[in-house]
Structures are given as C-alpha cells and as structure tokens.
C-alpha cells in the first residue's frame, strides 16, 4: 500500500541543510514524518482527497530552529519575573521593580533578571541601597544581571543569607564591598547562591505551567529542539528534568530537548545506571555539564593576561576558575567512564586553553571518545595557538551570536586591541570544527534571528552605521543556518532525527515572513534580519504556530 500524505506544504523555498539536495518547492508530511521533499509537481502527486494542502505562496522555509545551549528552567521560570533587559539606565531598572512591586504587595521575594550596565548611559552598578529605597527594610529582593553570573541583593536579603559581615568569603565567589568593606549589593559566581538559596523553590505546578508558556514562547521563534543547560553548583537539574518527564508523559512536550546533567550528579548517574542519549524522540538524557570560569561581564572569565579595567582591588584581575583543574580532569574521566559526553562552560582564553589540554591528554592517553562528541560551551575568547585545537580533538564549539552584540562594547574596555579573539566564528569554521549555536537565555536574548544577524553581521541592529566589529570573522548565512539546525542537532546526538529536511526525518519545519537569503544578497540595512517572524512551527508534523 503506497504511503498516503497527511499534509501537504507547497509553493515554498525549502532550504533543507541537506547538502544533496540543498532546496525544495515541497514536502509532504505522513504522521510524524517527511515523506517527500521536492518539486512541487513531485511532491502534489502523492496528494490524496484527504491530503491537507498548505500553499506557501513562495515563503522561505527552513528545518526546525534548534537552540544549543538555554537555561530553558530558569527562562521560563524567569518569563514570570521582573525583566530587567533593554533597560537604558539604572532609573528605567529602578522603575520597572518599582511597578512591579506595585503590583504584587507583600514582603515576598521579589526577583528578576536582564540587567546590563554596560548598555547604560552611565554604566554604574545598582547597589542595595537603591533597591531598599523600593523594597523597604523587610523584603528581600534579588536581581540578575544579564550574565548571570552577577546579581545584585538588597539589604534585607543579604542579611537573610549572613552576607552583611565584612569578613565573610565565599569560596568560588566575590561578595563587592566599599572603600570601608560593607557589601555593596553586588555578589558574582558562586556568592549568588548564598541569597538563591533563600528563595523558595516553584511548586510542581507552577514549574509545569511555565515550561508550558516557555514551549509556546519557542514555537514562535520556530525552535522544535534544545540543549537545556544547567547552573553551577545548583539543583535545578532534577528539578527540570522531573518537571520535563511529566509533560512528556502527559504528551505536552512539543520539543525536543537534550537535557543536561550537573557534574556534581555523577554519584547519581552511577547509582542508577543511566547512559546518555537515554530517552525517547522527546527527552533525552545529554552531556555532563562541568564549569571551569566565570564571564567576561562580570570580570571572572579566566585570562591569559589581566583585565585593562577593574575597580580599585582588581587591577591585576585574570579572573578565577570556578572548579579546580583537578577536578574538571576528574570530573572529565568519570563521565567519560559512564559513557557520557562532557560540556565545559569556558569563557575566557585561559579556561579554554586548560579544558583543551585536559582533553588533549585524555586522547593521548587512548580513552575512546564517546559517540555524541564532547562540546565547550562559549569558547568566547580563543588564543591564536588554540584555534585549529578543537577540531584536531573532535570538540564541538557551542557558540551563541547574540553574545557578540551584547559584549562587543565590554571586550573593547576589557581587553583592547585583544577582543579580536572574542568568538572567532570563522576562524573556528576555516578550521572545520563542528559548530552549534545557540542563546544562552535568559543571559542573552532567546530569539534566534538576533543570534544570526550578531553571526552575519557582527554589529548591534540599531547601530549597523558603525560597522562591523571584527570583520574577519562574521560568517555567511547558510553556515549559521546549518549551526543553528542540523549542526546543533548532531552536536546533541539528534542527527539522524532532525535537523535538517530530509525524507524519513521528522517533519520538524519553520516558514518565515521573510527570505533572508534575498536580503543578504541585497545587504540589509539595520533590523531587517534580527526582526523575522515566524508565520508557521510544524514539529512532528503538526502545526504548533500559525494559522491552518
């Protein structure tokens, strides 16, 4: 019996990431699954009387967005709270807790995210004493800076977690002090949890209800898949991954998501002899998640060489690993042991020079690579001797384009005539290593065709008259196409799934409202690239966004 359509997408251009048959004016879904990709006169034929026919009216579509790297727990937790990003100063910032705390009375915590002095007019760090003005003596507060690796507490809530005394240390952590040592609000890494801790935990049901809404909000923005990351030294791991299951048992889980595992869990993973790529076509266990530095931002990415600028006790700062070499090597080895690749968040060219040589000597030493290749999340700064590295050890970049928009400004004061070596995304290509891009949200913004337009043009929508930053190193469009598509999904051990538009995949797809490979030819002026909407998401086959 011949295979009979469900669906019918006609009278498009399909870029297909298949480099055998690069573009299509057709698919024909069956179920799940592409039956056919083709001409249009191909692909109609199959039609039956119950066939659905959808006429693209020459619309550009492409597969499923993926997003290689989101705390896809805490954005959609955080799509609750105070949104702090876009802010243009500290009294825009101050405003909009202001309103919100208007809106919720109370002395409950109030909490939220998206800050970034750096694209202030003034760029002064908050400090407690401005939010006590809104909070008063009695609620704690606590809000994140668009890194997160940074936060800034009130008074009330540093007093909560024991952080008023001059004396006390985080380890892994900088508590910010005055010329007098009083904590001035800002707390960086690992200091942060001492305040997170405070805060009580979502109930089941409310987790639930905001990855709903989360799934929904990346339907829009035409992502079928993900890689779900995790935060240091925090238990949001099972936390998400409980809250996932449940969905996926109810049939709500309309994504497919890699879900990262937190170092700290490996005793757990042993317990219970679980193996990566566990799962189904829905929820699947992912790499081992192991952090070695901070940020750039925040001044705690680890440098080869000091920091140009810093406050008054930081002048030779090279920032700090988060966990020591010793035990990322050790960490390294045992997930390796249990069959589970690793992913390493390293920002700056230190951290990435010491995660490389690690797994340099674990090549050397014979240890069999695993099956889904092991990744370094960020790779932001990357010393000319370590370029060609990655490649040459089969470790995939997991890059996210947003950041260049959003640290352009930062690596300039930060590093000088050295922020050339900030996201050497075709540098990194030439060198044929594997690339998966992403956005990091909440830290950056999640919509996907920001990421692209910061990769192809390296320069913030609003001010493209002031040229490109680092030119050398911006990338065509298919290339970024193929990292936030077929490569993020191979990079996740999804190839053979998704990724790209191929007869047997799923039918995992999204039309754009425009063709950005037209506007790239034509040489697009300031948004045009970064403000895509999406018109249609079919994940597995079913339309999830957009009319029928």
């Known amino acids: 019996m011949t295979s009979e359509p469900t669906l019918i997408l006609h009278n498009g251009k399909f870029w297909t990431a298949d ?9 024909a879904v069956q179920g799940h699954t592409l039956l056919a990709v083709g001409s249009n006169e191909q692909v109609l034929s199959l039609a039956r009387p119950s066939t659905e026919k959808i006429d693209l009216e020459g619309a550009l579509a492409i597969p499923g967005l993926w997003d290689a790297h989101i705390h896809f727990y805490y954005w959609s937790l955080g799509l609750q709270q105070v949104q702090l990003s876009g802010c243009h100063n500290l009294e825009e910032m101050l405003h909009r807790i202001q309103s919100n705390l208007s809106e919720h009375s109370g002395n409950a915590w109030s909490t939220g995210w998206g800050w970034n002095e750096t694209f202030w007019e003034k760029p002064t760090l908050p400090h407690r004493t401005d939010l006590d003005k809104l909070t008063g003596p009695e609620r704690p507060a606590l809000f994140y800076r668009s890194d997160m690796h940074s936060a800034v507490a009130n008074t009330a809530a540093l007093e909560l977690a024991g952080l008023r005394s001059q004396n006390k240390e985080i380890e892994g952590g900088v508590i910010d002090r005055d010329e007098s040592g009083v904590p001035t609000g800002i707390l960086r890494e690992l200091a942060i949890n001492e305040v997170r801790n405070h805060i009580p935990a979502p109930t089941g049901e409310h987790t639930d209800a905001a990855l709903c809404t989360g799934l ?3 339907h829009k923005l035409g992502i079928t898949g993900i890689c779900d990351q995790r935060m240091k030294d925090q238990e949001d791991g099972p936390k998400a991954l409980a809250a996932l299951a449940r969905l996926n048992r109810r049939k709500h889980l309309k994504l497919r998501i890699s879900c990262n595992i937190a170092a700290h869990n490996l005793p757990l993973i042993e317990a219970l002899g679980v193996t990566s790529n566990m799962g189904d076509e829905y929820l699947r266990l992912g790499h081992i998640k192991i952090f070695a530095d901070g940020t750039l931002g925040s001044r705690t990415a ?4 000091p920091f140009l600028v810093g406050n008054f006790d930081d002048h030779d700062n090279i920032g700090m690993m988060l966990t020591p070499e010793s035990q990322i090597a050790s960490e390294l080895e045992r997930a390796v042991e249990l069959g589970f690749p690793v992913s390493i968040h390293a920002i700056g060219d230190r951290a990435n020079r010491i995660c490389l040589d690690l797994f340099e000597e674990m090549r050397s030493r014979g240890v069999e690579p695993p099956v889904i290749p092991h990744r370094i999340e960020h790779v932001q700064l990357l010393d000319d001797a370590d370029l060609s590295r990655l490649s040459q050890l089969g470790i995939t970049a997991s890059m996210q384009p947003a950041h260049i928009l959003d640290d352009m400004d930062t690596a300039d004061a930060y590093l000088g005539e050295k922020s050339r070596i900030a996201y050497r995304l ?3 290509l030439d060198q044929r290593t594997a690339l998966a891009f992403g956005s990091d949200a909440p830290v950056s913004d999640v919509n996907p065709f920001y990421g692209i337009h910061g990769a192809l043009y390296r320069q913030r929508p609003d001010r493209m008259e002031r040229g490109v930053w680092h030119e050398q190193e911006c990338l065509d469009l298919e290339s970024t196409l193929r990292a936030y598509t077929l490569g993020a999904a191979e990079a996740a051990g999804w190839g053979r799934l998704t990724g790209s538009l191929q007869p047997g995949k799923r039918a995992d797809l999204c039309v754009l409202d425009r063709n950005l490979f ?12 970064s403000s895509t909407r999406v018109s249609m998401t079919l994940f597995d086959g079913e339309i999830v966004h957009g009319p029928r």
């Open 19 to 27: 480099p055998h048959n690069p573009w299509a004016e057709a698919v």
């Open 216 to 218: 929904q909000e990346l």
């Open 302 to 305: 680890y440098m080869l060489e």
């Open 426 to 428: 075709k540098s990194l």
């Open 518 to 529: 037209d506007l790239v030819s034509a040489g697009v002026k300031r948004d045009e690239i």
